[in-house]
């Protein structure tokens, strides 16, 4: 009795540290397939909560928990400031990418998703192939970025998206959107990476790329003539401007002080640390650009696409990005705040007005 009192304790999810204002949270167990999910609905207040679905070899259910929480509040915000009328939410599969996937789990995986009737609408995510997607599209129809629904890749957008709002930090900062002439450091050449790079050496920046797979430095050399530097050493070099797009955390404690450009402008996701790391870059005079704001063309490509309608809408509400970007600039400059405290208020803001419509 004792122990079973104790570990419904432990387990108690309300007064989880992330729960915040979480509508559903769903957990998943299919026991014919080893399926073991959770999908959580964070706001539904825009629309239908869309976010990817991340399979992962989670240590422990509470690890899971922890994630999908954080990550379906984090899409609320992104698809609330880029504009689109879709709420937040987030699926994760406890399971191994490499071992544990096969076609039934991921059918699994869609059956649970229909039943929730279009609350939640999966798409991929870390860990989830195109195939896997097209095994849960065939159990469900709440599902985005699949052969049948959409323009597949979102990385030329999420490239179109960083690119656009490279020029709108270049104009904040020099009062021009002019590339040319300038010395951009990219940090991470895959697919959003590499065709960013592509897009700046058109616009005559000149170009300083890196990356731990050798292979992707060099066709960056050969296609833009870049010069190559070492991964570790992509913030710290001579450069007008910092464009993370490799892995997160990139900005901490370490990294910010030894920053030698105006601006950190790329497509990686939570780049910062920890809110002191938005902070120090501020007092450095260092103009950032809130990872889920720049690097929201992806999301974008994928909730508006639908198989016949092409991209024009998608391209139009992408290049919107960079608005969006002058906007919060301004505005955190008048309010003496940083960008990423500014987009955070302004999705907050959306939020409020729909709510009290
Ligand atoms: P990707 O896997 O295609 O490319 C990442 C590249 O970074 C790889 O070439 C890898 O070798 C390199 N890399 C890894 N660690 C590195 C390090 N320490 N230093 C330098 N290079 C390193 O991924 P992607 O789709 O291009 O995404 C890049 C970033 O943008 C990720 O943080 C991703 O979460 C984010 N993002 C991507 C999209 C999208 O549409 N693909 C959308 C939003 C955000």
Not at 22 to 35: N, W
Not at 135 to 153: E, I, M, P, S, Y
Not at 303 to 318: H, I, M, P, Q
Request: aromatic share 4%; glycine share 10%; proline share 4%.
């Amino acid at each position: 009795m004792n122990a079973l009192h104790k570990s419904v304790h432990h387990s108690a999810v309300f007064d989880h540290p992330e729960m915040g204002d979480h509508e559903d949270i769903v957990f998943v167990q299919d026991k014919a397939t080893g399926l073991k999910a959770i999908i959580a609905v964070h706001d539904t207040t825009l629309g239908p909560a869309l976010g990817g679905c991340r399979v992962w070899p989670y240590e422990n259910p509470a690890d899971a928990l922890t994630d999908a929480l954080r990550l379906s509040r984090g899409m609320t915000y992104k698809n609330s400031l880029a504009g689109l009328d879709l709420g937040g939410g987030k699926a994760v599969i406890i399971a191994d990418p490499r071992k544990d996937k096969s076609e039934a789990l991921m059918e699994a995986f869609g059956r649970h998703v229909e039943r929730l009737s279009g609350t939640y609408i999966t798409a991929e995510d870390v860990g989830v192939s195109p195939d896997d997607m097209e095994a849960v599209a065939r159990q469900t129809a709440h599902v985005r970025g699949t052969k049948a629904t959409g323009l597949g890749d979102p990385s030329p957008y999420t490239a179109l998206g960083v690119f656009e709002g490279i020029k709108a930090s270049t104009k904040f900062v020099y009062g021009s959107s002019d590339l040319s002439g300038k010395t951009v450091s990219v940090q991470g050449l895959g697919h959003v990476g590499h065709d960013v790079a592509r897009q700046l050496h058109e616009a005559g920046a000149r170009l300083i790329v890196s990356d731990i797979h050798a292979p992707a430095v060099l066709r960056a050399i050969d296609a833009f003539g870049a010069t190559a530097v070492d991964p570790a050493e992509a913030h710290m070099v001579e450069a007008d401007i910092f464009v993370p797009c490799a892995l997160g955390a990139g900005l901490n404690a370490r990294t910010v002080p030894q920053i030698q450009a105006k601006i950190v402008a790329g497509a990686a996701n939570n780049q910062l640390q920890t809110p002191a790391d938005g902070e120090a870059l501020k007092k450095r005079g260092i103009l950032y650009a809130p990872d889920y704001a720049i690097n929201a063309g992806g999301v974008i490509s994928i909730a508006l696409a639908t198989a016949d309608s092409g991209d024009k809408l998608v391209r139009e509400k992408t290049i919107a990005i960079g608005e969006t970007l002058a906007t919060i600039f301004e505005r955190a400059a008048r309010e003496g705040s940083t960008p990423e405290r500014v987009a955070d208020t302004m999705a907050e803001e959306r939020l409020a007005k729909a709510k009290s419509a």
